[in-house]
């Protein structure tokens, strides 16, 4: 088993900025791929960003382009969201996933492995 432990959420003004970071423990061998989503209230889970093993391939979702930078330290099993420019819109619960496959997608049915969630919280 593989267990995800997100952390970093918190209270923000927009405009500023957040780091989470995501911890793996126990058969991280398993994991090529990790993942961001998040989930604001009343609305689905969605892509953030992902990252392969050697951090070669980082897609972003649209909205969080040119903001957000995804990046992992394999040798610390972590996994990085640095946030820069935040906004009221990005409020929501952040996820920590993580996939067996080689490449990351931005569909939640390719990740495995699930973090609890850590919120981030945008205010004017």
């Known amino acids: 088993q593989v267990q995800l432990v997100e952390s970093g959420g918190g209270l923000v003004q927009a405009g500023e900025s957040l780091k989470l970071s995501c911890a793996a423990s126990?058969?991280?061998?398993?994991?090529?791929?990790m993942g961001w989503f998040r989930q604001a209230p009343g609305k689905e889970r969605e892509f953030v960003s992902g990252?392969?093993?050697?951090?070669?391939?980082?897609p972003y979702a649209d909205s969080v382009e040119g903001r957000f930078t995804i990046s992992r330290d394999n040798a610390k099993s972590t996994v990085y969201l640095q946030m820069n420019s935040l906004k009221l819109e990005d409020t929501a619960v952040y996820y920590c996933?993580?996939?067996?496959?080689?490449?990351?997608?931005?569909?939640?049915?390719?990740?495995?492995?699930w973090g609890q969630g850590t919120q981030v919280t945008v205010s004017s």
């Open positions: 990252i392969n093993w050697s951090g070669s391939r980082t």
């Open positions: 126990g058969h991280t061998f398993s994991i090529n791929t």
């Open positions: 996933a993580g996939s067996r496959l080689s490449w990351p997608t931005p569909n939640r049915v390719d990740y495995d492995y």
